[in-house]
Each structure stands twice: as C-alpha cells, then as structure tokens.
C-alpha cells in the first residue's frame, strides 16, 4: 500500500477508518466514548481513557449505542394526525417540515400574544434543560419542567435544602479513601459507571459496603452487608442511627459547629415571627451572620463562629431578653431519644435493633478514630488558617429509593443530618462537592412568584423553577392558587425545584387550575411508562370536551422513535439519536465534574440525521427565530444564531457577562475559562480535547468548600455562585420553620389560603427531620393489601431508551413479579405462576417469580420493560407486549388530601416527588395467562423501516477468514 | 507453556451485563464476526453472545447472597470441543492455548456444543457455523491499536474492575497474580477439562468495633458539653409539633 499510515491517539488507522471523540446519552451519566469509524459507519464503540467521569470504561448501554441507530422503532418524517384519525391510533400523515413547523408556529404565535401559559412544555432526561428552560422563559410560559419531579428531586432538594450539594451529579463519595459507605436506595442505577468504579475502589482497599435496600441485586451483590429495609421505612433507619450516634457521643463536635447551625441558637418562645427561627444579635455591626451559640467558655451568648468559644450544641438557654433558647442538635436529640431508638425503629423498618446499632456504631467510631489527615493549608470564611485538611473514612450515597416516596424529603433531610452528624462533608474519605456546587443553602434563583408575571410576548422576569427560601416566593397567585399547571410550587407542593411533570396531563385534563392550549413533550414517554395510572392517562389524552375538541387541545411530541407517547401525539418532530446532534453537557446544568474537576463535555454528530430527522436543540432554536424571542432574536426580532452550534458557542447569560454553555476555552483566542467572551472556535478546541473540558481546583480550594475562603472567592469569579457567604449547613431547617410560621399565622407575608394546606404544612414542614408513614399508606388497610410493591431499573437498561435496542432486550424482554417464595406458597402460588396484583385503583396480570434476594413484605419488578403492543415497532407479539407488565397501572397519581379531602398529586407534601414506591397491592393466584391489560396493537408506521428477521452487523474482515 | 484466559471476579461483578454487550459490539464487526441475531425485534429474539451473564440466588432470606456468573469460553487445557470436532475446525492454537473455530472448516455438526460442560459454544443458524469467544485474538495482538487496549473488549469494558486478563502460566502476569492472590478457583474441575479461565470468590469485609474505646468517648463527650435536657425544660416538641 502506498497510503501513509495516519496514526491518532495511537491508532494506526486502515483505509476508511477514524477515531471520534463524543458524550454517551444511552443513559443520564455522560460518559466519554470512543467511537471507532469505519466507511461512515461505526465499527465500534468504547469508553474515552482520558474521560473524568468512565475513565476508559463503559456499561452495557453505552456498548450498544450501534444498535440504536437499527431500531426500526425509528421515526424520520413529521407527522400530523390524520384528519378523523384518533389519538393514539398512531394515523398519521407525513408533512414535510416547512408545514410542521407554520403550524405549530402559528399555534405557538397565538398563545404567546394572548395567554402564554397555555402553552406547557415539559421534558424527560433531556440534559439540556438550559437550552429548554432557557427557552421556555423567553416564550414566557410558567409551565415547564423536566422530568425530575418524577424522578429523584428529593434527593436534590433534600440535600441541597440542607448541605447546599447533593447526590449525584453535584456530589459522591470519595471512593478513594472511603473504607465504610452506606448505599441506600440504589441497586443497579445513578450513577452508573463512577458508582461501579467506586465501589470496586473502596473494596480493594479494604473498605466495607453496606447496602439498605428492600432487594439485594446489582451492587447489593457485592456488598458486605446487605439491610432489607422494608420500603419508605428508611427514614426511620436512619433516625435510629442517628440515635445510637448521639446517645454514643459519636458525632463530630467541630464539624457540627464550625460548618452547620446544629449549635445555632434557636427561639423557643411560642408566638412571634422569630418562634423557632435563629436567635439574633442585633447590636453588633456585623455584614454577614449575625447567628448565635451559647458559649461555654463564658457561660454567654456569642456570636457564631467567633475564634476562642466553645459552642454548646446541647442545652436550653435564656437570652439576655429574657428569650428561651435552645439548639437544633438539642431538638434532634430529644427527638431520636423519644422516639427513634433502634427497638422503636426495628418495629417500623423490618431491621433487627442490634444490628442498626452494630452498623451506626461501626460507622461512628470508624469516622471516631480513623482521621484521615491531607498537609493541605487553607483559610476560611472567618480567616482562620488551618495547616490541615482532615476528614474520616464513611460515606453515604443514596437515590431513587429513598427518593420515590411521600415521606422522601424528611428522610434525606434525616440522612443529610446523619452526614453532618459523622462529619463527612466535602471532607476527604466522606461525601464530596461537584461543581458548580456547593450552593447557598437554598440557591439563589426564585421562580416567578406572582400571575402579573406572565404577559404576552414578553419573556418571565424569573425563571419557571427555582429554590424557595420562603413563601413569598411561591408561585401562587392572590388566592393561593396555583400558577402553574402542573401545581408546583403551590401550598400544596412548595419547594418543587424540579416541577411535577406526573401531574401534567391529568392537571391539563381536568382544567384544573386552568386550561392549556398546547402541550410540548419532549423524551418523555407519558402515555406509558413515565406516568402513574397508565390506562387512567391513556384516556385523558383521548377525553373529548362537549363540543367534540380534545380535553388538551394540542399535542406536540418529539421523539426518535415510535414511543407509546408518539401515537397519542397530534404533531409529531422526528428527533435524531445522540449520535447525529450537537449538545453541551454544561454547567448550567448538570455538567460531568468531579470532586477536583469543575469539568463540561459536548456532543458531536458522528452521524448524519437519519431521514428528515431533526435535532430538537435545532427545532427550538427555529422556533424561538420564527416567534423572535428575546435572547435569541435582537431587539428587532432579527436572529442571532441560526444553528444550535452557533447558539452554544455565541451564547451569553446576559450581554457581556462571559458566562455561555461552555467553560473551556472561552475568550477570543481561547484562553480563558470558566468566564471569558464568546470564542468562535471553542467547538474545535473541544474536539481537539476529546469533547470535554476540565479545570483543575488548587489543592488549597478543594475541600470544606462551604466555608473554604478561597474556594468560595474562586467560585464567585468565576460566576458558579452570587455571593461568597459561607454556606452553613442546615442541620435545622429554617427555611421549613418560615413556612410553618407562615401556616400559623405568624409570619408577615403570604399565608395559606385553607385551612387544610395549613395544616399539611403544620404537619410536615418540620424543621428537625422526622419519619411518617408514607402518606397513601395511611389511607389504606394494610391487612388487606399486605404487599409493598416497588419497582427498579435494571442496568444494562437504567434511563435508557432501549427497550427496542436489539441486543439489550435479549438480555431483559420480559420482567417478572420477584416475590419471597414462602410467601408466595402461603398464597397458593407456585414459581412462574401467574398472579393478579391488586392496588385499591388498579389491577394487572403478572409472572410471579419466587426470590429469597428480597425482603418478604415487598414485591419487586423492573420497570419500563412492559410495552404496548406495536409500539416502538417490535412485533405486536414480542414478550414486551405480551408477558411484560407495567406496575404503573397499579400506582395511583392522585390520592385524597388527609387534611381537605381533595384529590392532590400522590406526591411528596414538601418537594412534590412522585411517590412510585409508596404502592401496597395484595396477589393472589390468576385465571389465564399474559400481561394484562392489554390495549390496542399500534400499525406500524408507513415510512419506518420493516423489523428485519436477522441482524448481522458486520464488517470487511480485514485479515480474510 | 503459555495459556492465554481470563481472571474473573466475582467479588466484584454487579451483574451490569458491560461485558457481554462490549463483546458483541467489538466481535460482530470484527474477524470472527458477525455474531447473528434472529429475530432482533421479534418474540423470542435468539441471538450469537460469545459472553453471557448468570444470575444466581444462593441461601434463604435474609442470609441471601446475589452471585453474577460472566461466562464465555474457558479455553481449556484439555478442551472437549477440540476433541469431537470431526473436522479439526475447533482446534487449541499452540502459541497461547486460545481454541478458535476455523469456520471454513465447521459444518455445524454441534457436536462440540454437545461436549463443552460450560455450554460455551454459540451455534450461528444463519451461516450454519458455531462461534465462541476468541479471547479478542483480533484486539490482543493487533498492533493497529494503542498498547493498552491489546485487551479482550469485556476486559477493557469492566467498569467494576472484575476481569483480567494474560497468561495463568506466568507467574508474573496480572492473570496470575490475581488467581494466587485471590484463591481463584476453576468451574466444574470434574470435568476434566482443566479449564483456563478461573473465577475469584466473594469475600466480606467486617469491621471490629472496641467497646471500651466507645465507653471512653462518652466520656468525653460529657466534658464537651453533652447534657440530657432535664424533664421540666422546654423539649423539641413544644418547637417541632404544631
């Protein structure tokens, strides 16, 4: 041959090969893969080596992404519901994208010169909510959200309302020095590869992995302890371990007070704005914190954080003023020791006392004795010089399991106080910070708060989510009602940082609080997996108003394949894959940083479109030209970018402020980050990079973030946060006693409307964490539905799209019921049998399978592998349709206010978190076979591709067999 | 001698399936490919894995334990398969005591997938030919790509770490390190076959907790300050509950 050979990262590359450099997005853990080229096609795929997050490593998902691109579930036209047709009979007819885009257009004209907020615009995992967000603002509509309040916001803001970061894109573990971790709540999801990589880390040196979850499957596996929590009892675990903590004086005292408000003075006396609130020094001239202890030294009131006092967390004082004062640790502590004790707790969670004891003791006295000490100098907020970093050897990560229940919000704000309790806060050995947290405790940004807000052809002045600090930042109107449609931020719900997308359609069916005109979904599969009470919202989306209009008037679905969501669709968008569009993994939004690393990565094409295929990125930035939203329009209307691509790289926050969708290489020749003027060739600097980007914080400004002078300076200049305050940790939450305030009629301000929403913010808005029992399970006999049922995501599928992915559902096409063998006898089942399982609002048909991984009480199945028969174009008799079951039809999404009686969202009273797991059902042995229910069989569409028979993805065999 | 394999750990396997489907994705397009699925979007889809994962319960709750079981070709010393082949297309090559299928030479007689007790042998309905791991001899020796990925794909996969991979007749090799150090044991040794690839068992951590160095603590932790609130002082409830 006489090519030269051309060698790249240490490829010798054959004819026709090429090496790409991109972002994964078979799930949500972004991810650096390689992509190995052949002839345009591609040949191969692996982890990035040089990548911060997979390090060279990839998961099954990631491994499959070819095959995404052979899904015959692919859509590659516009389509518009025929004329006649009804929705969900998936009829449409193609239209070209110059038709699709004048109608929705023109839809989309009309609502923003008359009403903006009858346009809803939600979004599944799209990773890019700050382009979607963005967007949304600039139409001027309260309603969006993605799909986070159906997801995990409790951890978020359970979290971020208490330790100002959270699991797991903004914190970890640090599974480098960490010799004793709790995993709760996750058996085989978030985050993927760094939680694989983690753990194999923390276990070769030594280190101990307790796992509490109801199942043991997936890291539970590999764990050295496994705890069979009974579900949404976990609060109440870790409450009792707070108490053996406590009792045990096993807590870190300079933790505690030099980086909470657990010593924080707090006013007793009942009535009065301040009741329960901190204890302020008024006299002294002081800029930031005027926060109190008592001091034991001088057996006085003082200032907080002052060099040379001992501040007591335990004692109930009075003030100069004659005042009550006491401490939120104190609270806690009286709290755990009436009633948390781990024999109390055993009785709520299944746990045997002694060994709740045994784990919390092990964990105390390790982070106790084994400090861990890093010759690191660092100064903090209150200019104190500290020649040592030191931390201790326990961790915690938690997700969806603690997360999915009415009671989730309490329990991570409890698992949050646990954390601050053994001290292991962006310390080494313990829980870590990632950019662009840590944040002030709650961040900064406030959604809209009042209906005047919103006005035609006018973007919101604030954004449509945000993190309320008080009432007067809910987004209600004058009566306390509502302003969004899908009640976020309402009394109801207040602190719903994610939005409540599971409420949507059901909000928008019943008109209630009012009604849209358009729903946009994007990613999102609503008609099926990703809602409660399927069959309940498949009807909704088909319910007709008197004059024969569909309920919700419009809807607008962009997705790459013939989803369940799809065919009850008016409008649909053909989105591409991952692997044909420009993204940012940016952060604005949920960038890839790691503890060290404030770091953000793009998407390159490596693909042409498939079909007519259109990145949806592109889409909005068409609309927002065509409607001349501000912000992408100048003040003529004119567009500012025609391209995504152009958008991401010529974008600011605001003029001039240096900030865009990516960190790196910004400023006109590149050489500044984190802030710096738009640089026209910031993509290729990326791809020149490997897609991503990542700065590395010096070593004095990487650790006690919260209160770490420097740190915080940087971060502020480098625009991440406002204000270089020090962030406290809320051992005790004031922000939940301001609303309480509020609900007593104690606080200047807004109050609630009713009665009932005073007292259900009475009753949970608790500012020491508590347990309660998730809120449907009151409402139920628990004799007569004697099971918990529970789903989970198993992980060669976990947030993937790929139930039609060729070889992923080889590995997993049908689910099965996994229930305790005994149990199942006692019920007359035998292994494979089929079962009803019944909830008070639904009732399926299932393959039982017996398990003795899973505590006997509960009842467990994966999720999301049941599909409607024909959907995403697999055989109408493919075990998806036909043996695989959907849980979702069991689990209602609207269950009776215990205060008021009036149907509200089966969600978190506090964060507005879906409750998937506080499901009961009872079983009992079946009458014939197959899933049920079934629906309609979905036709094929005319344009896609026809379900080969036999895949045999190949390649020239370059040494000939 | 030397005897290429692989060191599977099943301490740290969390079952994620990385292995299986990085094999497909490298193997399929490459010299021993295509690994053919039969009816890929139908009932029953059936197809060609030259490495597939178990799931295993073992025990009665709640002393349950979970045990994933990664599984592909064992390259025996003494491989079975080699042996019935009536065509010499299974063959164990000499140089590293990999076993490869010629498939110009098989025809499809299964008569290997009938004498491998691991079950390890992949029949291609479609070409008519049987297929199997090949330890990626298409990756290991191949000097088209970077040093450090001349792995079999499943091992550069791994995101716990769970598999390695070199000669178990090397003592210096991280193969071998890991079976010595690992009590790495082989599958079904009655067989027979003396199989190459070995499996490390689980083991658990435990941690000793010092009674009277906790008894020393709560000491301390009265001096600092530690008080039980007495009976008549005001408690958390009269702040906490409405």
Redesign the interface.
């Known amino acids: 041959m006489s090519d030269a050979i051309i060698e790249k990262?240490?490829?010798?590359?054959?004819p026709g090969e090429d090496i790409k450099y991109t972002t994964c997005y078979m799930c949500a853990c972004r991810c650096g893969i390689k992509i190995t080229m052949?002839d345009g096609k591609i040949?191969?795929?692996?982890?990035n080596?040089d990548h911060p997050t997979?390090q060279?490593?990839?998961?099954?998902?990631?491994?499959?992404g070819?095959m995404k691109q052979f899904?015959?579930g692919r859509i590659t036209k516009p389509l518009l519901r025929k004329q006649g047709a009804e929705r969900g009979q998936a009829d449409f007819e193609e239209i070209s994208w110059e038709r699709a885009m004048d109608i929705l257009v023109a839809r989309l004209k009309k609502i923003r010169s008359t009403d903006p907020k009858k346009l809803a615009f939600f979004t599944g995992r799209d990773q890019m909510q700050a382009l979607t967000s963005y967007w949304a603002k600039q139409f001027g509509t309260p309603n969006f959200a993605a799909h986070g309040g159906f997801c995990s916001v409790n951890m978020a803001t359970g979290m971020i309302y208490s330790i100002g970061g959270s699991s797991w894109e903004f914190g970890g573990v640090d599974y480098e020095r960490s010799k004793?971790m709790f995993l709760l709540g996750v058996a085989?999801d978030h985050d993927?590869?760094p939680l694989?990589?983690g753990?194999?880390k923390m276990?070769?040196h030594?280190?101990?992995?307790v796992v509490i979850n109801p199942v043991?499957?997936?890291?539970?596996?590999?764990a050295?302890?496994?705890m069979?929590v009974k579900p949404g009892t976990d609060g109440a675990l870790i409450m009792g371990m707070i108490h053996v903590l406590m009792k045990?004086?096993?807590y870190d005292?300079e933790f505690l007070t030099s980086t909470t408000n657990a010593a924080y003075l707090?006013e007793?006396d009942?009535g009065g704005e301040r009741?329960?609130l901190p204890y302020l020094l008024e006299e002294r001239d002081m800029q930031q914190t005027q926060n109190t202890v008592w001091d034991?030294k001088s057996g006085s009131v003082q200032e907080a954080h002052q060099e040379n006092i001992?501040p007591?967390?335990?004692?109930?004082y009075k003030g100069k003023d004659g005042k009550?004062l006491?401490t939120g640790f104190?609270?806690?502590?009286?709290?755990v020791m009436?009633e948390y004790s781990p024999q109390q707790v055993e009785k709520i969670c299944g746990i045997p006392a002694e060994r709740i004891e045994?784990v919390a003791?092990?964990a105390g006295?390790?982070a106790?004795?084994e400090i861990i000490t890093l010759p690191i100098e660092w100064t903090d907020v209150w200019g104190r010089e500290h020649k040592t970093v030191t931390g201790k050897p326990v961790s915690v990560h938690a997700m969806r399991g603690l997360a999915a229940h009415s009671n989730g919000f309490q329990t991570i704000r409890s698992l949050s106080v646990f954390m601050m309790l053994l001290g292991i806060i962006d310390r080494p050995g313990g829980f870590r910070y990632k950019a662009p947290f840590p944040k002030p405790i709650p961040p900064c940004p406030k959604p809209i708060n009042s209906p005047d807000m919103i006005k035609p052809n006018t973007p919101l002045p604030n954004p449509e989510l945000g993190f309320p600090s008080n009432p007067d930042h809910l987004m209600v109107d004058g009566q306390g009602n509502p302003m969004r449609i899908d009640k976020a931020f309402s009394w109801e719900f207040p602190l719903t940082a994610h939005g409540m997308m599971q409420n949507v359609i059901t909000n928008a069916h019943n008109k209630d609080p009012y009604a849209i005109d358009t729903l946009i979904i994007f990613m999102a599969n609503m008609a099926w997996n990703s809602t409660m009470n399927t069959g309940g919202v498949m009807d909704m989306l088909t319910a007709k108003d008197d004059d024969g209009g569909y309920k919700i008037p419009f809807m607008v679905v962009s997705d790459a394949f013939f989803s369940e969501q799809v065919a009850y669709g008016d409008l649909i968008l053909p989105d591409t894959t991952y692997l044909e569009r420009h993204d940012v993994i940016s952060l604005l939004d949920r960038p890839i940083s790691d503890y060290d690393h404030p770091a953000d990565a793009i998407r390159q094409p490596i693909l042409e479109p498939k079909g007519e295929c259109r990145p949806f990125q592109q889409t909005l930035i068409d609309l927002a030209n065509a409607l001349g939203l501000q912000g992408f329009c100048d003040d003529n209307g004119k567009p500012l970018f025609k391209t995504y691509h152009e958008f991401i790289v010529g974008w600011e926050s605001a003029p001039g402020s240096g900030v865009g969708f990516l960190a790196g290489w910004r400023g006109k020749d590149g050489n500044k980050h984190m802030v710096g003027e738009p640089n026209p060739n910031q993509w290729e600097a990326y791809l020149k990079n490997k897609s991503f980007f990542e700065i590395e914080l010096e070593e004095s400004i990487q650790y006690n973030r919260n209160i770490n002078q420097g740190y915080l300076n940087w971060a502020q200049s480098r625009k991440l946060i406002r204000l270089n305050d020090p962030i406290v940790m809320h051992f005790y939450s004031e922000v939940l006693q301001r609303f309480?305030l509020a609900?007593?009629g104690q606080r200047e301000g807004r109050q609630p409307a009713t009665e009932a929403q005073k007292?259900r913010i009475?009753?949970y808005f608790?500012?020491?964490p508590?347990w309660y029992e998730p809120i449907e399970r009151m409402q139920l006999d628990g004799k007569k539905y004697p099971f918990f049922a529970i789903t989970q995501r198993p992980?060669?599928m976990y947030h993937s799209w790929d139930s039609?992915n060729?070889?992923?559902?080889?590995?997993l096409?049908q689910n099965f019921l996994y229930m305790?063998g005994d149990k199942g006898q006692e019920l007359g089942l035998n292994d494979m049998d089929w079962a009803w399982v019944e909830s008070p609002t639904g009732k399926i048909r299932v393959q039982v399978k017996f398990?003795?991984?899973?505590?006997?009480d509960t009842v467990w199945t994966w999720n999301g592998i049941g599909k409607m028969s024909g959907a995403w174009?697999?055989?109408p008799?493919?075990?998806e349709a036909?043996k695989a079951f959907l849980l979702n039809h069991c689990i209602t999404e609207e269950i009776a206010d215990e205060f008021s009686g009036k149907q509200v969202s089966n969600s978190d009273p506090i964060s507005g978190q879906a409750a998937w797991y506080d499901l009961r059902v009872k079983i009992y042995k079946a009458d014939g076979t197959g899933s049920w229910p079934q629906f309609h069989t979905l036709k094929p569409l005319a344009h896609m591709e026809g379900?080969?028979?036999?895949?045999?993805?190949?390649?020239m065999?370059?040494?000939g067999? | 001698m030397t005897q290429m394999a692989l060191v599977i750990d099943i301490n740290k396997c969390v079952g994620c399936h990385a292995c299986a489907t990085n094999c497909k994705s490298w193997n399929t397009g490459g010299q021993f490919g295509p690994l053919t699925d039969n009816n890929p979007y139908g009932k029953d889809p059936d197809g060609v894995w030259f490495n597939r994962v178990q799931t295993y319960e073992v025990g009665k709750f709640p002393n349950t334990e979970v045990v994933y079981f990664p599984k592909s070709c064992m390259h025996c010393k003494n491989p079975p398969c080699v042996e019935v082949c009536p065509t010499s297309a299974s063959y164990k090559r000499e140089e590293d005591g990999i076993v490869l299928v010629n498939y110009n030479d098989c025809i499809g007689c299964k008569y290997c997938s009938w004498a491998c007790p691991y079950g390890c042998r992949e029949y291609d309905d479609f070409e008519g030919v049987m297929k199997k791991c090949t330890l990626c001899v298409d990756r290991i020796y191949n000097e088209n790509l970077p040093e450090d990925e001349r792995k079999p794909a499943c091992v550069l996969a791994c995101p716990s770490n769970a598999r390695a991979f070199g000669d178990i007749d090397d003592p210096k090799s991280k193969a071998a390190e890991w079976i010595s150090e690992g009590m790495g044991y082989k599958v079904l040794p009655e067989a027979g076959t003396d199989p190459s690839n070995h499996y490390l068992p689980k083991r658990k951590v435990k941690v000793t907790i010092d009674k009277d160095m906790l008894a020393a603590r709560k000491h301390t932790a009265v001096a600092m300050g530690h008080r039980e609130a007495p009976e008549s002082e005001v408690t958390s409830e009269d702040v906490a509950q409405p």
């Not at chain 1, 040949?43 to 982890?47: E, N, P």
């Not at chain 1, 398990?851 to 006997?856: F, L, T």
């Open positions: 990262d240490g490829h010798r590359l054959a052949q040949r191969y795929i692996q982890g080596p997979n060279g490593v990839i998961c099954a998902k990631g491994s499959s070819i899904s015959p004793y085989e993927s590869n694989k990589m753990i194999t276990r070769a030594g280190g101990k992995l043991r499957s997936g890291y539970g596996a590999v050295d302890e496994w069979p045990n004086g096993l005292k707090i007793m009942k009741e329960g034991l001992d007591s967390l335990f004692g109930v009550t006491t104190q609270l806690l502590y009286d709290r009436a045994t003791l092990e006295t390790m106790r004795d309480r609900a007593k007292q009475l009753k608790d500012p020491v508590f992980m060669p039609q060729a070889w992923l559902r080889q590995i096409g305790n398990s003795e991984a899973v505590q006997p174009n697999l055989d008799e493919a075990d036909r379900r080969k028979k036999i895949l045999r993805y190949e390649f065999r370059r040494n067999k």
